[in-house]
C-alpha cells in the first residue's frame, strides 16, 4: 500500500518542506507517503472559481494512479479522530489498494471529482492554510502508522 497525496500549489515555504520530508521519511518502506504536486490553475485568467477547479480536476485526476482508493480533504468531511483513522489505515492496508488523499487549492475540489471519491475527511473545524494541511496530514498518518504497528510515537 502507497499513501499518496496529489495536492493543488507548488513552490511550499520552507518549514512545509521540511515538514513533510519529515514524516515522509519516518514512515516505512511497506507504507510509503508520496506527494504529487498539481500546478494550480492562474487566478488571473479571468476564469470563475467553478472553471478553475475544474481545470484543477483534471490535473489531479491525471496524477491518480488507477485503481487507488480516493479520499477527498474537505471541510464538510467526516471529522474523526486519530485512533479511527489508525483503523481506517488498517482496513486500507488490508485491501491491498494505494490511498490517494486529495487536497485542493485556495477554492477548494471540484464537486464532480469530490463525488468520485470514496469518502471525504477533514482535518479540523478550523480553516488551514492549505501548505499546513500537508503535514498536518502527514504527521497524522504517521501518527495512525505507529498506533497501528505499536510503534511508541503515540503514547495513548
Known sequence: MKLIVVAVG???PDWVETGWKEYAR???GDCPLELKEIKPEPRTSGKTAA???QAEARRIEAAIPPGALRIALDEHGK???TMALARE???WRASGQDIVFLIG???GLDAELKRSCHGKLRLSSLTLPHPMVRVLLAEQL???WSIMT???YHRA
Open 89 to 91: 489505515l488498517e482496513n
Open 79 to 81: 471529522d474523526i479522530s
Open 26 to 28: 519516518r514512515l516505512p
Open 105 to 107: 487549492g485556495p477554492d
Open 51 to 53: 472553471q478553475m477547479m
Open 10 to 12: 507548488v513552490r511550499m
Open 142 to 144: 504517521y501518527r495512525a
Open 150 to 152: 505499536g510503534h511508541p
